[in-house]
């Protein structure tokens, strides 16, 4: 596996990452000693969730893989479970761009919007 | 060298299975293909699918794309074409194409057999004596390197980016270096790692194609005014803890491995045989996907699963693994290799290592727990009027 694991109970998947995945459901309280400094988890995080390495503010990019998964919707407090509550994609979001008539670039021949 | 037998086709090409396809046209002729199929046995395999006797031209090239490359997968020793005798898609047509390979090819129309009873009478009959054609073929020694070897994730998790994936990603290297072929396909899986696949491109042609096709699936969502995120990732994936679709396709990009991508094809288009990574554009439908690949002459398909998959196809046989613990041991005997051991400490090679043992295994003649089971989902993407006009915008 690729990856540094902390405490045989969660993984962190690159250097820059700001999220660990559990690999074991973790419970309110549980301590990954490995961490730096050592975390304490703030809240339920089921199997193959996500634990905040870091605090975030809202809208700042979230990382896994070493790569931009989304970002904060929220403030993230270290510990805290990480998931679509509080994390968005920035991608896909056709709803957005057809309310606000928004592109990211490029203009009718990019497809505007119908 | 790495090798395998398989069955050598008149056009050159190898299969690893030897089966008489029955090619419905339409819906309408797609009950009757497959009674004609199960009636037979193992050896004859049906693609039922819905696309009805009239489609619009783009959608009717479609669908025979498809059951062309059915045809002329290396899967396929032979074929029959099975029509209702209304459909715009002419059989005779599609049966020359399949028989263009040098492959036995006969036609069958429902309404001039007189009905229903005869066409299963006559079907049989047509079917058996293919059957009989293509009996004197064994299996003779093949190179790796003519496998085209096809990537497909469904009901994906967290385990699958962080196991699952890389363990096919492992085979899916080791079967590029020794001059064989990876497709990968999903092209919305591809949103938010597009620039990672980018970079893997062997020059600045392949690499705008790739771009230009995954901004156009994500244009699509873009068109429709609909948000992505209440379809990918599923409410599954979601559960699984993928929270949205960069992470699910960072993950799931790591199943075609790390080799060069030499090409992108559209859906259902043929594969070019050897030495690299193949892209083919198609929707993120599992079933859809894992057909237009088997059109394109994949002839193993490697599926992985978090959450437990059981999909399989007539034509190819489709390998599972999963890198779930719980889905290794609750559906055990759906999947095939289980690379759940990578997140108690397996490492990588060595689960893409049984991966890789086991793509030649099947590839000799071992059944999947899929072919097994006789799961042979079948289904073709249709071209959609908003996707069409997408394209005409262009």
């Known amino acids: 596996m690729k990856g540094r694991i902390l405490d045989e109970r969660a993984l962190v998947m690159a250097d820059e990452d700001t999220v660990a995945t559990a690999l074991t459901d973790l419970e309110a309280g549980d301590r990954l000693t490995d961490a730096d400094p050592p975390l304490t988890v703030t809240e339920a995080v089921p199997f193959g969730h996500k634990i905040a390495l870091t605090d975030m503010a809202a809208g700042e990019t979230v990382r896994k893989y070493g790569e931009v998964i989304g970002e904060a919707s929220v403030s993230i407090a270290r510990g805290a479970w990480v998931h679509t509550h509080n994390c968005d994609s920035t991608r896909g979001r056709g709803d957005q761009h057809a309310t606000a008539g928004v592109r990211d670039s490029g203009g009718s021949e990019d497809g505007g919007p119908l | ?394």
């Not at chain 2, 705008?208 to 156009?216: F, G, M, S, Y």
């Not at chain 2, 059109?295 to 699963?305: L, P």
Request: hydrophobic share 40%.
């Open chain 2, 1 to 394: 060298m790495d090798t395998f037998e398989g069955y050598r086709r008149p056009d050159g090409r190898i299969g690893v299975r030897n089966h008489v396809a029955v090619l419905p046209t339409s819906v309408a002729a797609s009950p009757i293909a497959d009674r004609i199929a199960s009636d037979a046995g193992r050896w004859a395999r049906a693609t039922p699918h819905q696309m009805g006797t009239s489609q619009p031209d783009e959608g009717r090239e479609r669908t025979r794309t498809v059951l062309a490359g059915i045809g002329l997968n290396p899967n396929v020793g032979a074929a029959l074409v099975v029509e209702l005798g209304t459909e715009d898609l002419d059989a005779e047509s599609l049966a020359d194409d399949i028989a263009a390979s040098g492959k036995p090819v006969e036609t069958l129309a429902v309404r001039e057999a007189g009905a229903t009873a005869a066409a299963l009478e006559r079907g049989a009959e047509l079917v058996a004596d293919l059957s009989e054609e293509i009996s004197d073929q064994t299996r003779e020694a093949a190179d790796v390197s003519e496998l085209v070897f096809a990537v497909e994730c469904g009901g994906s998790d967290a385990t699958s980016g962080i196991a699952a994936n890389p363990a096919v990603g492992a085979a899916a290297d080791r079967l590029v270096d020794a001059g064989g072929t990876v497709c990968i396909s999903e092209t919305p899986e591809f949103i938010g790692a597009e620039h990672i696949a980018a970079e893997r491109c062997v020059d600045e042609a392949t690499r705008e194609k790739l771009l230009d096709r995954v901004a156009r699936r994500e244009r699509l969502a873009d068109l429709m005014g609909v948000d992505m995120r209440g379809a990918q990732p599923t409410p599954g994936n979601q559960e699984g803890g993928l929270t949205t679709i960069e992470e699910k396709s960072l993950g799931a990009l790591a199943k075609c491995g790390t080799r060069p991508i030499r090409h992108v094809v559209d859906y259902g288009e043929e594969i070019p045989v050897g030495g690299g990574v193949t892209v083919m554009d198609t929707p993120g439908y599992d079933v859809e996907s894992v057909v237009g690949k088997v059109a394109g002459g994949a002839q193993v398909v490697a599926f992985t699963t978090g959450r437990g998959s059981t999909t399989g196809n007539p034509i190819a046989p489709v390998i599972k693994v999963t890198g779930n613990p719980r889905t290794a041991e609750r559906l055990a005997s759906n999947m095939d290799v289980d690379a759940s051991t990578v997140i108690d400490g397996e490492a990588l090679t060595e689960a893409g290592e049984r991966v890789y043992r086991t793509l030649r295994s099947v590839a000799n003649g071992a059944e999947t727990a899929a072919e097994t089971r006789r799961l042979e989902e079948f289904a073709i993407n249709e071209r959609q009027p908003r996707e069409l006009a997408a394209e005409g915008e262009r």
